[in-house]
């Protein structure tokens, strides 16, 4: 995929390039030191009842000196917090440099793809971490389904208070161009892109953004197979007749590797729910309502919310299936208000 001519001839290309090796966050030291009240907090919301986060006992009987933070809080103990999130900075930052030069290319969207740790040594109360991040790469425009994009990959440095590394973090990020704004910079008539242009933006006409695909592998496939049927299908354990959602290749009950699937009634009940706002991509309307349906069968699937505007979801809502064809090749189910019961 080639980039825009104009962005190349004003030298778009070799300035993103520049980018490559620069420091985006200086050396910057976390507020406060690692301590046992954080981690008891972080080892509590991530259920993880290891004594070696609580109990100097324990984690001495493992050979070490005391207790120690748990190797992923590495990045929370840097984090700047709420209040510096939400206050103007004076400074503008390598960061705010790059985001804004991605924008001017139309990268205006950003997805995380993946995050590699490196862990050199565990921290314990009482140590003081610094982190710096740089720019390790960024990547030629590349086709991907959610729009043109470039892959951005920083390094992220994490020091003791004696400046020796104690871990590192590769954060990689695609910043793209939403598929619906790619479609209209593309293609002459005939192309794919021109086939979705129906009509000005914003009329009725004007066909939608795809939704980005699922991940279909071999452990979910008959799930999206269902889909395309009109079929709520869950996996069942043959050996303990256990539901499981989402489906996997062993059970979490009995280990047994063999399944078949039963169709689900397609009632349930609003367990929990969230109200999107942002980001905003062109396939969705906003606000958008996601639920936790806790199904009639006993398991529990993500879904969208239809027949209810946001503000009329409550906990324990009952919910009958529906089904959402959101193009010929992608079928999902979601659910509406169950028809109320006549006196």
């Given at each position: 995929m080639?980039?825009?001519?104009?962005?190349?001839?004003?030298?778009?290309?070799?300035?993103?390039r520049a980018f490559t090796g620069r420091e985006l966050r200086a050396a910057t030291p976390a507020q406060d030191p690692v301590n046992q009240p954080m981690i008891r907090h972080?080892?509590?919301a991530m259920g993880d009842t290891n004594p070696v986060y609580t109990d100097a006992g324990s984690a001495r009987a493992t050979g070490r000196d005391g207790v120690v933070a748990p190797a992923s809080m590495v990045q929370a103990w840097t984090m700047p917090g709420y209040a510096a999130t939400v206050s103007p900075q004076a400074v503008r930052s390598g960061f705010d440099e790059l985001v804004g030069l991605l924008a001017e290319g139309g990268y205006t969207s950003v997805v995380a793809t993946d995050s590699e740790f490196s862990f050199l040594r565990e921290l314990v109360p009482g140590d003081h971490v610094t982190v710096r991040e740089t720019v390790e790469s960024i990547s030629e425009e590349k086709r991907t389904g959610l729009g043109a994009g470039r892959f951005v990959t920083t390094l992220k440095t994490y020091?003791?208070?004696?400046?020796?590394?104690?871990?590192?973090?590769?954060?990689?990020?695609?910043?793209?161009?939403?598929?619906?704004?790619?479609?209209?910079?593309?293609?002459?008539?005939?192309?794919?892109?021109?086939?979705r242009e129906e009509g000005p933006e914003g009329s009725p006409e004007a066909a939608r953004a795809l939704r980005p695909r699922p991940a279909v592998n071999r452990d979910n496939a008959f799930f999206f197979d269902g889909t395309?049927?009109?079929?709520?299908?869950?996996?069942?354990?043959?050996?303990?007749?256990?539901?499981?959602?989402?489906?996997?290749?062993?059970?979490?009950?009995?280990?047994?590797?063999?399944?078949?699937?039963?169709?689900?009634?397609?009632?349930?009940?609003?367990?929990g729910?969230?109200?999107?706002?942002?980001?905003?991509?062109?396939?969705?309307?906003?606000?958008?309502?996601?639920?936790?349906?806790?199904?009639?069968?006993?398991?529990?699937?993500?879904?969208?919310?239809?027949?209810?505007?946001?503000?009329?979801v409550e906990i324990d809502m009952p919910v009958v299936l529906d089904w959402l064809d959101a193009d010929p090749d992608l079928t999902l189910p979601v659910f509406r208000p169950a028809p109320t019961e006549a006196p």
């Amino acid at each position: 995929m080639t980039g825009h001519s104009t962005r190349q001839d004003t030298g778009y290309e070799e300035r993103l390039r520049a980018f490559t090796g620069r420091e985006l966050r200086a050396a910057t030291p976390a507020q406060d030191p690692v301590n046992q009240p954080m981690i008891r907090h972080w080892a509590e919301a991530m259920g993880d009842t290891n004594p070696v986060y609580t109990d100097a006992g324990s984690a001495r009987a493992t050979g070490r000196d005391g207790v120690v933070a748990p190797a992923s809080m590495v990045q929370a103990w840097t984090m700047p917090g709420y209040a510096a999130t939400v206050s103007p900075q004076a400074v503008r930052s390598g960061f705010d440099e790059l985001v804004g030069l991605l924008a001017e290319g139309g990268y205006t969207s950003v997805v995380a793809t993946d995050s590699e740790f490196s862990f050199l040594r565990e921290l314990v109360p009482g140590d003081h971490v610094t982190v710096r991040e740089t720019v390790e790469s960024i990547s030629e425009e590349k086709r991907t389904g959610l729009g043109a994009g470039r892959f951005v990959t920083t390094l992220k440095t994490y020091t003791d208070q004696h400046g020796e590394t104690v871990a590192t973090q590769r954060w990689r990020t695609l910043r793209f161009r939403p598929a619906s704004a790619a479609a209209r910079e593309e293609g002459p008539e005939g192309s794919p892109a021109a086939a979705r242009e129906e009509g000005p933006e914003g009329s009725p006409e004007a066909a939608r953004a795809l939704r980005p695909r699922p991940a279909v592998n071999r452990d979910n496939a008959f799930f999206f197979d269902g889909t395309k049927r009109h079929r709520l299908l869950v996996q069942r354990c043959t050996a303990c007749s256990l539901l499981r959602h989402p489906p996997g290749p062993c059970c979490p009950e009995c280990n047994s590797f063999e399944w078949d699937t039963v169709e689900a009634s397609g009632r349930g009940r609003v367990h929990g729910f969230v109200v999107n706002h942002h980001p905003r991509h062109p396939a969705f309307d906003f606000p958008m309502a996601v639920a936790v349906v806790a199904l009639a069968e006993g398991t529990r699937l993500i879904a969208g919310l239809t027949g209810v505007a946001p503000e009329d979801v409550e906990i324990d809502m009952p919910v009958v299936l529906d089904w959402l064809d959101a193009d010929p090749d992608l079928t999902l189910p979601v659910f509406r208000p169950a028809p109320t019961e006549a006196p």
